[in-house]
């Protein structure tokens, strides 16, 4: 990161920082969100530098690799959206195999695009990912929903009969949780209901907190469990 990167951002602009181990890759992706008018406000070449640095530069997005030195991507996804939920994560990776795709997601990332990605595609893909929008590489999508609909197949533990009822949602909140788990993005749901895309956030976040969750993977797990998907 250059101080000139930093000058070009305009005000407001999404703060990202980009963690790879690769100095010319990390550099060049940098250098084209910067010109793409994101403010670039770290980079990062391993693990524990990555959570060092995140913490004081509190970027919108991070974008990160899965294979780094000293600490792994996955790890560094979980420790630093465990204490900052508000964090989104773009992994931006050259395996596109099911099971790193799929420990990114369980780890707290919101996206996940490969390597052979152009220019555009990224830029459009770190816009998404800030905005809260899951953002897969074609073909990857399907699999993380299929994912969620495994899981949601295994037996859950039994409730203690001492536990208290389970939250009551709106009805819109239940609208929406529906629509998040046939795999809409936040924008597609906006849409759809005919409300901006800040008042689904907001109904997520709502959402997310009545039933003691964390994630959206978790939400749409919950979502699955109880047949809303097929509603």
Known sequence: MTEQQREGAAPGAIRVMVVDDHPMWRDAVARDLAEAGFDV???????????????????????????????PGVQV?????????????????????HADVLEAVKSGA??????SASTEELTDAVRRTAAGDPVFTPGLAGLVLGEYRRLASEPAPAAGAGEPKAPQLTERETEVLRLVAKGLSYKQIAERLVISHRTVQNHVQNTLGKLQLHNRVELVRYAIERGLDDA
């Open 41 to 71: 406000v770290a980079t990062a070449g391993d693990g524990e530098q990555a959570v060092r640095r995140a913490g004081a530069a509190a970027p919108d997005v991070l974008v990160l690799d899965l294979n780094l030195p000293k600490k």
């Open 77 to 97: 996804c979980k420790e630093l959206v465990g204490a900052d939920p508000a964090l989104r994560v773009l992994v931006l990776s050259a395996s596109g195999e």
């Open 110 to 115: 919101t996206g996940y695009l490969l390597k």
